[in-house]
């Protein structure tokens, strides 16, 4: 049934700042935005509709976390545990540690395991207030497991009904059965990208070019097979070191170039020529004890769109909260309030290059909406641990 939501307020996240609407309304007809607007303006025959009373509380638009790693098997605190006793990081990888233990318990899992494990994972974020969410394979490294992980993805969509965005990652690390042999791997990649891709399980593709990932030229050459495919491409940048990736995918037209602590000033101009957004991920950073901070101030002149998202994963964000990454990506980044927000709203629909359809309060835009119990939406970066969110509707339905 149609429905309004009156005696609330709006953050459209249009405009400057949050777009604010006080004492406002907004209709919702067949999914979509159909009004919104200070309720006095409300117009008189809009027929038979659920009146919800939003009790003087503030709806914005659903929250989208665009950058996950939520579906993978086992988790790596043990890890964690004997980092913090003393081992290093090549202590752990010669133990069998570090990603590769994540490909083992991944590949062991079943699909029903994998979905089990993320679906607790996926309600955590739900209960932030996220109604879309982006999911990347990367733990399978074969045909086989890289297609579970998408499956598992498509199922979490099905299981919640909201909106999973899938991204094929295999390019994120080199499998043990391709030691030394990063080109075949990339071949692989390709071969398997498009047997995914006619399964209809792919809807962006990434890569880890880094130092100890893939190099720019393994990654332009990945790029070129999803772009012949007509698949959008991001990519996994300038996290520990300059390899110009943000460029590369700049170059491709990419939705997004993600964590960017590296990023340099001939690439910020790339990105704002393309329209690649810079997404954020504190989280990482934290988890990490990183010093290099990303150039915020430098995008901001620049007007690079930002986003921000949890980077949900379990060897370097163990995170499932968007709303503790806000608080993140204030404190630790600088972002102000309004910044961090629409981080997670109109440019992160930006980075799933889904704008048109979320992200903001627009007529005609889908009814991705959180309604949260704060005095100014400033709280929802503010509190670390709190609990605001009163419900939530995608496309309409709660």
């Not at 609330?8 to 249009?14: D, E, K, P, V």
């Not at 989208?64 to 098997?73: A, R």
């Amino acid at each position: 049934m149609d429905s309004l939501i009156h005696n609330i307020h709006l953050a459209t996240m249009t405009g400057e700042g949050y777009g604010e609407i006080m004492d406002a309304a907004l209709l919702v007809r067949a999914g979509r935005i159909a009004w919104l607007g200070p309720q006095v303006d409300l117009p008189a025959d809009i027929g038979p509709v659920e009146r919800i009373d939003g009790r003087g509380g503030w709806l914005t638009p659903g929250l989208i976390d665009c950058h996950t790693h939520l579906v993978f098997g086992g988790n790596r605190a043990h890890e964690w545990e004997m980092r913090l006793n003393g081992a290093t990081y090549e202590d752990i990888a010669r133990m069998g540690g570090g990603i590769r233990s994540t490909v083992r318990a991944t590949r062991e899992a079943s699909e029903d395991q994998l979905f089990i494990s993320a679906l607790g994972r996926l309600d955590r974020l739900l209960a932030d207030g996220v109604t879309t969410v982006e999911i990347k394979s990367g733990y399978g490294l074969d045909l086989e497991n890289e297609r579970k992980m998408l499956r598992v993805a498509r199922r979490l969509a099905l299981a919640r009904g909201i909106t999973v965005r899938t991204t094929y990652l295999a390019a994120h690390a080199l499998p043990p059965e391709f030691d030394g042999r990063a080109d075949a791997y990339i071949d692989a990649c390709i071969e398997w990208m498009g047997v995914l891709n006619s399964e209809g399980l792919i809807d962006a593709v990434d890569a880890f070019c880094e130092t100890i990932g893939f190099s720019p030229a393994q990654t332009e050459k990945l790029f070129t097979a999803a772009k012949s495919l007509g698949l959008p491409v991001k990519l996994h940048a300038e996290q520990l070191s300059d390899q110009g990736g943000s460029g590369l995918v700049a170059r491709f037209g990419g939705l997004s170039a993600d964590h960017i602590e590296w990023l340099n000033e001939t690439d910020i101009a790339a990105m704002k020529a393309s329209g690649t957004v810079a997404v954020l991920l504190p989280a990482a950073f934290y988890c990490l004890r990183e010093t290099k901070v990303p150039p915020i101030a430098a995008l901001r002149a620049a007007g690079v769109p930002m986003a921000v998202s949890t980077d949900c994963n379990p060897g370097t964000a163990p995170v499932t909260s968007l709303l503790a990454t806000l608080n993140m990506a204030c404190t630790l980044f600088r972002l102000t309030p309004q910044e961090a927000l629409k981080g997670v709203t109109l440019n992160a629909a930006k980075a799933l290059g889904i704008a048109d359809q979320t992200g903001s309060l627009e007529v005609g835009k889908r009814a991705d909406l959180a309604l949260w119990q704060i005095s100014r939406p400033a709280e929802l970066c503010y509190w670390l641990g709190a609990a605001p969110l009163v419900r939530s509707w995608q496309s309409g339905n709660q």
